[in-house]
């Protein structure tokens, strides 16, 4: 099924044209308008140089009128090959259909709203023939239904027709086009970015990305530059002071040589202010009898901290490098 891009934004036109396999693009008089465009033959020059296959309106109130609109516009350098003339349905209009695709013009009867309209259409020969979906349903017709009658008549009678699912509103009609077998739709930008997006599919890819990183990713590099640390003179005060200004939920405390002689974290000061009130913050490191913490190696990988992380039930590692104290990495580091 060929998708087409519904737009007039010259912006939104150049980035959707980067994913690389839209067919083209349809636009109207109406989206013109809309984005305040006033120079409506030379914006269809700029476009056709921008799209593999431009549709733009031929209109006119006499088959003549509208022949002569197509072969204007041609003249302003359009290739026929690349160029689909849309013109409303009317019996002036497959008159026009006629004539112009038996001179080898593309052309899309558009603004169908019933199977006979359609069956006039690929009588004439159109090439694209275009039930408006969204605006069928407006009136409370069962638009799909009508799609669905469309391609029946080009299976069954060997048309040379593509049926066009368009006004489309939602992703929802997008799936609709997909099972009524239409041969091509045309979609906003906005609505072609969410065809790709599910929930289910950003949390798989988090979890394949999160997964990767832990076995790809070594220590020193989530840690970075941090490295929280005071000595075993330092108060309660201190650290509260250490981990606020830097947005840690913990600090090591280093012994007299700079090694790791323990963790203080947010969790110790919520139970030593349980415990010992407003006279916890002025407790030293010293006082608090610390356990010698966990540590690991910032060569190591991530995996391998995950590990620890699982076997020990801790919340923070220290981080060393040829015996130094570089760093505290905590267990949420690992999903950052």
């Not at 150049?14 to 008089?29: R, V, Y």
């Not at 914006?43 to 197509?70: C, H, P, R």
């Not at 006629?98 to 009588?123: C, P, R, S, W």
């Not at 239409?182 to 065809?195: E, M, N, R, S």
Request: negative net charge; hydrophobic residues 40%; proline residues 2%.
């Amino acid at each position: 099924m060929e998708l087409y891009l519904d737009s007039a934004d010259l912006a939104e036109i150049k980035e959707a044209m980067e994913i690389g396999f839209l067919t083209g693009l349809t636009t109207t008089p109406t989206f013109m308008h809309r984005h305040g465009i006033t120079d409506i033959d030379g914006t269809i020059v700029e476009l056709s140089n921008i799209v593999d296959v431009l549709q733009i309106e031929a209109l006119g109130e006499t088959a003549e009128e509208v022949i002569a609109e197509a072969y204007r516009q041609e003249a302003l350098g359009l290739d026929r090959n690349k160029t689909v003339y849309k013109i409303p349905m009317s019996l002036e209009g497959v008159k026009a259909c006629k004539k112009l695709t038996d001179e080898g013009f593309m052309v899309n009867i558009h603004l169908v709203y019933t199977l006979q309209q359609a069956y006039m259409a690929m009588e004439a020969g159109a090439t694209y023939v275009c039930p408006l979906v969204g605006r069928l349903q407006d009136q409370g017709n069962d638009a799909v239904a009508l799609v669905e009658q469309c391609v029946n008549a080009v299976e069954y009678y060997g048309y040379d027709t593509k049926i066009m699912f368009s006004s489309v509103r939602n992703i929802e009609h997008v799936r609709n086009a997909i099972n009524a077998g239409a041969h091509t739709v045309t979609v906003p930008w906005k609505l072609i970015k969410q065809l790709t997006q599910n929930h289910f599919t950003s949390i798989g890819t988090d979890q394949f990305t999160q997964d990767t990183h832990i076995m790809t990713a070594k220590v020193k590099d989530v840690v970075g530059a941090k490295n929280p640390s005071v000595t075993m003179d330092a108060s309660v005060t201190d650290c509260l002071v250490k981990m606020t200004t830097g947005g840690y939920g913990a600090v090591t405390v280093l012994d007299g040589n700079g090694a790791a002689a323990g963790i203080f974290t947010d969790g110790d000061l919520r139970r030593l202010m349980e415990a010992n009130g407003s006279e916890a913050v002025n407790k030293k490191m010293s006082d608090l009898g610390l356990s010698a913490p966990k540590t690991i190696d910032a060569e190591e990988l991530l995996y391998k901290a995950q590990k620890v992380f699982a076997d020990t039930k801790v919340d923070s590692l220290v981080v060393v490098s040829q015996g130094k104290v570089v760093g505290l990495l905590d267990v949420q580091d690992l999903i950052k």
